[in-house]
């Protein structure tokens, strides 16, 4: 497969990589929770492991912060093996889900803890200018005295981060760090940690589960399944160009017609799909006369007329959600299937009421003929 990688392969990236995984690998016993992943991190750049739970994500978090070490294959960090080399000797620093904050210190003491540890010892007025930067930057100053426990979820992220940057840090890593908040404070963290890090020019990694989040956030994504690499590219990529129906399914929404290639002449592929219907659609990769093979059409690509051509569809739901209204219609052959029509399009087009008799139409360059597993 190409345009975006594959089990085992890195995407390249034009930057200097201040982090690499060689041929990793790591067994928990039975268990082989990481397979064979070969990556490779630029310098300044936002990257992001998603996927499910239990796709390995963490466990190569863990591996690049020195936390586990890889049962076979090489972590690399400014082109050196670090294998054998404990976490506090690593130039990372992680943000735990938690935050992991110490709720007898002050904020101050958090964020100065990891200098205060450092042989030989600094003067504490070198740590005192550290820690009252550091605050300036996640936009805290005048919090030094106050209890962690005092202060939000948002607030204790930032100190979180504080404590994370302060000891500079050539690799940051973000283990789910914004699970915890409500919805409009993880958006507001999202953009911060965005400003943060062009900011400062560190490398961050995040692990997430939330596809919004990635997407939102990041330079590249890497897809993971069962622990394998399945996918890397920028956010756009990822969405216009997935490589498989899990990709697919996985980064955003997606409409699903699954079949069997029956025709492969010309630029565009024939399906014959399950239910005996036929659809043409664009290769999203090498595919081979009698492949199965799922048709992924995004809901914001297909368009709902209220007569003319395109199929016939029974409304069954409607969701106003402001700049868009989603639909749930119904086709006889089909079965149910979404469409995102949006405001200004509904404007002109007139509204559309549940029950109501409509057609659907699209591309055929709309519509992703990929591998079905």
């Known amino acids: 497969m190409e345009d975006g990688g594959y089990v085992g392969v890195s995407q390249p990236t034009d930057k200097k990589a201040i982090a690499e995984l060689k041929g990793v690998s790591k067994r928990f016993g039975d268990v082989l929770a990481a397979s064979d992943l070969n990556l490779s991190i630029g310098e300044g750049e936002f990257l992001s492991f998603l996927g499910p739970s239990g796709c390995g994500k963490t466990t190569a978090l863990r591996m690049l912060a020195g936390f586990e070490a890889p049962t076979e294959g090489d972590v690399l960090l400014d082109g050196e093996v670090v294998n054998a080399l404990d976490a506090h000797h ?95 404070l993880r958006k507001e963290m999202q953009i911060e940690l965005q400003d943060l890090q062009r900011q400062l020019g560190i490398t961050f990694v995040l692990v997430t589960h939330d596809q919004e989040e990635a997407l939102s956030m990041s330079d590249r ?36 017609f ?85 405001r200004q399009s509904e404007l002109a087009e007139g509204a559309f009421d549940v029950g109501d008799k409509a057609t659907v139409s699209w591309e055929a360059s709309a519509a992703l003929i990929l591998d079905r597993n």
């Open 90 to 184: 690593r130039p990372v620093n992680m943000v735990f889900q938690q935050y992991a904050l110490f709720p007898h210190m002050t904020v101050a003491q958090n964020i100065g803890y990891g200098l205060r540890q450092r042989r030989p010892r600094l003067p504490k007025t070198q740590i005192a200018e550290k820690v009252s930067k550091a605050l300036d930057v996640v936009q805290l100053g005048g919090f030094e005295d106050r209890r962690t426990w005092e202060m939000s979820g948002g607030q204790q992220q930032r100190v979180a981060l504080a404590r994370a940057i302060i000891n500079e840090p050539k690799l940051l890593l973000l283990d789910e760090p914004m699970a915890a908040l409500d919805r409009k």
């Open 221 to 256: 994504i890497c897809i993971m399944r069962e622990g394998r690499i399945v996918q890397i590219g920028s956010p756009q990529e990822l969405y216009d160009r997935p490589n498989s129906r899990y990709v697919a399914d996985f980064v955003g929404t997606s409409n699903f």
């Open 258 to 342: 699954d079949g069997t290639v029956s025709d492969l002449s010309g630029e565009l592929a024939t399906v014959e799909l399950d239910n005996g219907m036929s659809m043409q659609g664009t290769p999203g990769g090498d595919l081979t006369r009698g492949q199965d093979v799922s048709i992924s059409v995004r809901p914001e690509q297909m368009k709902l007329h209220h007569q003319g051509d395109g199929i016939p569809v029974e409304l069954h739901n409607r969701i106003f959600l402001g700049e868009h209204t989603e639909y749930l219609v119904n086709h006889e052959t089909l079965g149910d299937f979404l469409v995102l029509s949006p």
